[in-house]
């Protein structure tokens, strides 16, 4: 038993978050088989893995943004307001699909850059920053559009429904922006500096980097990956919505899969590996409840626990490993503090 405790001590978050999806996916098999359905089917397959990617594309931007002690909360109008500016300027023809998705890929990054700009030259945490231009863009979509918006011709509708097998193509795009994300972080100059400024932004600075450049760069991915997003939720809806990124919650999802996959809120320490395991986590937790008919409520319930435990484990794990401040008296020094 202590062996067992120690070998699940010298995990790491990212392994403790990869059981942690293991341990789901036999417990998702278990309950489906229990209802008479197969787990395993290659529908439900790419039903989970159609659920992973678009959350997936927002939790490796908001991973980033993390890493360097920032937030974005600007996401979900991010996403609205790329879906209904990509369907309209499509209009269902087929000639305006790369024009469609250039504008889009530029305005989002727009935005991000503009985030990034608040938070590295106005000093305004990302919390705020981003919240307020979420709140422009609300606004903006809210006066200019109502219902249903544009239309994407079928050439693009079929990035959304086509399949490899049981893989959706919207997963193997995931999947390669995820590998350039991964390789950014680990052999790229600007993906060490996004650590480094995470970690300690004075230490940075006093470190001769542009403690800037970081957060410009991490808050302008962000929204360009929340845009393939909204891009994807384009294909498979055929049509552009204002509301579409504030019901599917994508800011507080986000932020909750990038902390169960292990990455520090605080900045400095993290993965996409991480990010994407908490993301598939929530996928596998949606389809199983989904089967069982779990009503909204219960599920908001065990979405909550999971992250709580998650984290209560990560920070435990932080405090074991830290070392100790001041060293506990000896029997001698206590005995002498005693007599005094």
Known sequence: MS??????GRLTS?????????????????LTAVEGRNFLSSGNISALLTGVSILGFIAIGQTLVILVGSLDLSVPYVVSLVSVLAAGTMAGEDANVLPAVAYAVVVAAAVGLV??????YLGVHGFIATLGTGL????????HYQGSHGLAPRSFRLVGATNVGPVPVSTLILLGCAVLVVVMLRRTRIGHHLYAVGGNRDVARL??????????????LSSVLAALAGLL??????????????????????????????????????????????????????NVMGVMGVNPFLQDVVRGLVIVVAVAVYARRELERRPARFERPTGLDAALQEAK
């Open 3 to 8: 062996a067992l405790a120690e070998r699940a």
């Open 207 to 220: 470190s001769g980097l542009r403690t800037s450049v970081p957060v410009l760069v991490a808050h302008t």
């Open 136 to 143: 422009v863009i609300s606004g903006y979509l809210a006066t």
């Open 115 to 120: 985030n990034g700009a608040i938070v590295a």
């Open 14 to 30: 990212t392994g403790i978050v990869l059981a942690l999806l293991v341990l789901s996916l036999v417990v998702g098999f278990v």
């Open 233 to 286: 939720l384009v294909a498979r809806l055929s049509v552009g919505s204002p509301t579409i990124g504030s019901q599917g919650d994508y800011d507080l999802m986000s932020i909750a899969a990038v902390v169960l996959g292990g990455t520090l809120l605080a900045g400095g320490k993290g993965n996409i590996v991480g990010t994407l395991a908490g993301v598939a986590i929530f996928s596998v937790l949606d």
